[in-house]
């Protein structure tokens, strides 16, 4: 009972910023949609857990640019290993997603959608174009964080 009376309480004092960060949070992603295509939705669906990450919880650190882009570019490199190395598919996305995951801990820019990112390129075997696709999108997604972080409240 008293949680459910502190959900309404919560919701009651910060219903506009749900409203107002959630539609952030679309028109960020319509952008970044249209940038990458019908084609690289796999990749979109990591983007679309980053802007979760970066409306719902600007104040955190996996939302800070550094994370944000530091994160997708572990995600990015330890994908792209295994367009060189062959191994059989099971054993690349497992691979790859703990390679992300090192990189991310071993460099402080932990951002756990970016181990998606990593899956994504393998799943995917992503080009150049992708690249340049995907660190758009990150860059608009930090960069609307960082511009409207004075205005953006946490809703978790």
Same mark, same amino acid.
């Given at each position: ?20 960060? @959630?539609?952030? *949070?679309?028109? *960020? ?40 882009? =530091? ?7 330890? =994908? ?61 997604? @930090? ?14």
């Amino acid at each position: 009972m008293e949680y459910e009376n502190s959900i309404k309480t919560k919701f009651k004092k910060l219903w506009m910023y749900y409203i107002i960060q @959630s539609a952030l *949070a679309a028109a *960020a992603l319509l952008t970044i949609v249209l940038i990458l295509g019908r084609d690289r939705m796999v990749v979109a669906s990591a983007i679309g857990a980053t802007s979760f990450i970066v409306f719902a919880m600007p104040k955190s650190i996996s939302a800070q640019t550094r994370n944000v882009v =530091g994160g997708h570019i572990a995600g990015l490199i330890s =994908g792209g290993i295994f367009l060189a190395v062959q191994l059989p598919f099971a054993i690349e996305c497992a691979v790859a997603v703990a390679i992300a995951i090192f990189l991310m801990v071993a460099l402080d820019v932990e951002h756990p959608p970016a181990a998606g990112t990593a899956l994504a390129v393998v799943i995917n075997e992503v080009n150049v174009d992708t690249v340049v696709a995907i660190l758009l999108a990150i860059l608009i997604l @930090s960069q609307t964080r960082y511009y409207l972080r004075h205005h953006l409240r946490d809703l978790v």
